[in-house]
């Protein structure tokens, strides 16, 4: 079974700081690995993905995040936030190669972001 | 190109009552999903739909929960009879096949009192 773990259901960052958003996964086969952004009132964007290949993946926005295998980790940063990035993040896992496409998510973290 | 679209935006029922949310796809997208977030909780998924049929309904709850596809376009979701603990917001998301990039629809809020 896969499941997926973010630690800190609230972050605060100052504008211009570091944005670090932190994703444990568990899963027992190789997974596929994302981090969906929800802005008020939208629906889920797609920021990054991890599928094969490099492990540091960069995404919409100045995001970017990088897949440990031994740390099983999806963290998720960016190097200067801005006041637009306050919203709702959200890191998935899916099953490689499988028939079906349906994401496992976590808890979700929102992001504050002070002037 | 549209987005995924989703109806209604809110929806308050009582107790007891029959609620059907309305999911269109991308269109071209053979792959519809239906995902589900109670306040406090993670967004879950429900289930699955390829073209008309459904790939995976693991995640429905109850037989309380009903979704079609109909002709493999828009689907709907129904809920009969809504209890409390049905609040939240339903998502729904397509992709093109299914190991692809599932775009997300804005969600339908959900509330039971």
Not at chain 2, 1 to 12: I, K, L
Not at chain 2, 63 to 86: C, W
Not at chain 2, 90 to 101: H, K, L, P, R
Request: hydrophobic share 35%; glycine share 8%; aromatic share 10%.
């Amino acid at each position: 079974a896969q499941s997926v773990t973010q630690l800190g259901s609230h972050v605060s960052v100052s504008e211009g700081a570091l944005v670090l958003l932190r994703c444990n996964y568990s899963s027992s086969v190789p997974p596929y690995l994302f981090w969906y952004v929800q802005y008020p009132n939208q629906g889920l964007q797609l920021l990054l993905k991890y599928t094969t290949g490099a492990t540091l993946v960069k995404g919409i926005n100045g995001f970017e995040a990088e897949f440990k295998k031994s740390e099983t980790s999806f963290h998720l940063t960016k190097p200067s936030a801005h006041m637009s990035d306050a919203a709702e993040y959200f890191c998935a896992v899916t099953v490689r190669s499988s028939n079906t496409g349906k994401l496992i998510f976590g808890q979700g973290t929102t992001l504050q972001v002070k002037p | 190109e549209a987005g995924v679209t989703q109806f209604p935006s809110h929806s308050v029922i009582e107790k007891g009552q029959t609620v059907t949310l309305r999911c269109d796809p991308i269109s071209g997208h053979d792959n519809l999903y239906w995902y589900r977030r109670v306040m406090g909780k993670e967004i879950k998924f429900l289930l699955h739909f390829v073209k008309e049929s459904k790939q995976d309904e693991s995640g429905m709850p109850n037989n309380r929960f009903l979704a079609e596809r109909t002709g493999g376009t828009y689907s709907t979701l129904k809920v009969q009879p809504a209890e409390l603990e049905d609040s939240g917001v339903y998502f729904c998301a397509s992709s093109q096949v299914s190991d692809s990039e599932a775009f997300f629809g804005q969600g339908t809020r959900l509330t039971v009192v």
